[in-house]
């Protein structure tokens, strides 16, 4: 256990010192009653049975009782002050890991598996919680007694208790030797356990896809293979835990039975210790060796906890997303310029190169392109999603990393290509964009994209759940509440990719003739795969392999480009009728 290990732990339970600090002034006294009560033995024998004493036989009957009462009350006091921290500890934590993954780049979420990152949150704080408040308050308990007991009986016979220190040396030596490999083997079986939720979630995700395949046999063998190796290690790992136990165990039982043989021989020749120290001396010896059992399957336990700290802090030493000060909320017009910019991936192949271009306030602006030109990726770095390698972003001619993040994306709408649903009402999908709009802007903008009919059909209307990832809604109905929400948040700019592909060209005809009076004000840019926004005449970007290689307005490109021409020819049949 490191020094860095000791402070994460710390900086979660100081949050509570004064409560933990209780809980251990009380497992102090409980500690010292325990110790009490055994010490009373010996006066029960060789004050009260020995010497026929009836008084004290009288008294310590009700002594040893009360005793044990006291003892109980303050255990229950003790366990709810440590389990009081335990909890409110974890949740500390859970928070502050969430809070610093949403900070973090859109990145991270592309390059770690959603299974990993949830088992992080869930499991490994759980195991930390575990490591630092549960097995921490057992460590932190039997420490006290051990500490307690041998200070005691080193007051009682100092020469019977020097004879407990010899086992101390093979106690350090078990630790040492099996610390490292169940260290490993924790880790281990976290990453095992990552793997499974990871596998689980892809699956359960893709169902769809799943059944239409035909694939179930293929995904139950792959999930025993994962589950396999995760119970091959957990075995191993709970195997560890057995030897060292059976070990320390082996050795404490006949070293108990030498301190019997060597007590009773001083007895017998020198009548010294009396029975009743000897037999006190044994009850604290019995108190002894189980709290020294648990502090050593507490030490081995903490391991698998400290191999969740080490992950919960890879994660913590990621970089969050960098912000500046600036608001954009609070810009009447806003004008927006690309210019000279570069962006890669992955460092190895630029998918924007040297791209420059300028969107006035107001503007309508239509990206047109194939797939893999790079069009999404131009809308993801106006948001932030994606920070370019070279050149700038300007808004207002400011850079765009000069803006507060939270702030210049709650200031812009975006209509995403994967819809988000959550698992929840209409009423409740609308308000997650804008949580303060009005019931008459909810009933404005579902108009607006016509969900209206759909809701007024539903026997709770906006209030009727619909399901988890929209199950019960078709992908053209996703998409018309996907830009509702983006109308309700009452944004400057609306980005929107590709937000009719699953509508029927009627209804993306209608769509944009009802909204095009309330883009008047507002700089909306849409990727549109099928043409749909070109009777609006926007403004028309045609891109390739990251380069703008043609801009200018519809009707001018529509009769002078040979590369819009060719594009609009590798439309269907049906698109081509529209234009």
């Known amino acids: 256990m490191s020094r860095k290990n000791i402070m994460f732990a710390y900086k979660y339970l100081k949050q509570n010192k004064f409560i933990w600090c209780t809980g251990i002034i009380i497992t102090i006294v409980a500690t010292i009653i325990r110790i009490k009560y055994s010490w009373l033995m010996k006066n029960l024998i060789d004050e009260a049975l020995i010497n026929k004493n009836y008084s004290l ?23 709810y002050c440590f389990n009081y921290v335990s909890q409110k500890s974890i949740i500390q934590l859970r928070k502050d890991l969430f809070s610093h993954i949403l900070g973090l780049p859109y990145n991270f979420f592309l390059e770690n598996k959603d299974g990993d990152i949830i088992s992080r949150i869930v499991s490994d704080t759980e195991n930390t919680q575990e490591a630092f408040s549960d097995y921490i308050i057992s460590l932190i308990t039997n420490i006290i007694i051990i500490i307690s007991v041998v200070c005691w009986l080193l007051y009682i016979n100092w020469k019977l208790a020097l004879l407990m220190f010899g086992i101390v040396p093979f106690f350090i030596l078990i630790i040492k030797l099996f610390w490292e490999k169940i260290a490993t083997k924790s880790k281990e079986v976290a ?168 969107i006035d306030h107001g503007q309508f602006v239509s990206i047109l392109g194939s797939s893999g030109s790079g069009k999404s990726t131009f809308l993801k770095l106006l948001v932030r999603l994606y920070d370019i390698q070279s050149g700038h972003i300007l808004i207002n001619g400011v850079d765009i990393k000069e803006y507060d993040l939270y702030d210049l994306r709650k200031s812009i709408g975006f209509v995403q ?11 409740e999908n609308l308000l997650y964009a804008n949580p303060r709009a009005t019931i008459e802007n909810i009933q404005d903008v579902i108009t607006a994209v016509g969900l209206n009919n759909l809701i007024a059909t539903l026997p709770l209307g906006l209030d009727t759940i619909i399901g988890e990832r929209g199950s019960t809604l078709s992908g053209g109905e996703k998409q018309r509440l996907s830009i509702a929400r983006a109308l309700l948040k009452e944004s400057k700019i609306i980005i929107m990719d590709e937000p009719t592909s699953a509508m029927d060209l009627k209804t993306e005809r209608k769509i944009f003739e009802d909204l095009k009076h309330r883009f008047k004000n507002m700089t909306v840019i849409v990727i549109d795969h099928r043409l749909s926004t070109m009777k609006l005449n926007p403004d028309v970007v045609l891109m390739e392999d990251g380069v703008i290689v043609e801009s200018g307005k519809y009707n001018y490109l529509k009769n002078n480009s040979e590369k819009l021409d060719e594009l609009i020819r590798l439309k269907n049949d049906e698109t081509q009728k529209m234009y």
């Open 57 to 79: 036989l009288v008294k310590y009957s009700i002594i040893f009782p009360l005793l044990v009462i006291i003892y109980s009350v303050l255990n229950y006091f003790k366990e």
């Open 417 to 427: 290509q994967d819809i988000y649903i959550i698992n929840g009402t209409f009423k």
């Open 191 to 358: 990453e095992d356990r990552a793997r499974v939720n990871s596998y689980l979630q892809e699956n359960i995700q893709s169902i769809e896809l799943v059944k239409l395949t035909g694939t179930t046999e293929i995904v139950l063998s792959k999930l025993t293979e994962l589950c396999s190796a995760w119970a091959k290690n957990i075995i191993n790992l709970r195997m560890k835990n057995v030897v060292v136990n059976n070990i320390w165990d082996s050795l404490l039982t006949p070293y108990q039975g030498f301190i019997f043989f060597v007590s009773g021989i001083w007895y017998i020749n020198y009548g010294s210790p009396s029975i009743g120290t000897i037999l006190a001396f044994m009850n604290f010896i019995d108190l002894l060796l189980p709290a020294t059992l648990t502090l050593i399957n507490d030490i081995t336990s903490m391991a698998k906890g400290i191999v969740s700290i080490n992950r919960l802090d890879e994660y913590f030493r990621e970089k969050i997303e960098t912000s500046g000060n600036r608001k954009m909320s609070v810009l009447k017009t806003i004008d927006i310029e690309f210019k000279n910019v570069y962006f890669s991936h992955n460092d190895t192949r630029f998918s924007i190169k040297n791209l420059s271009y300028k």
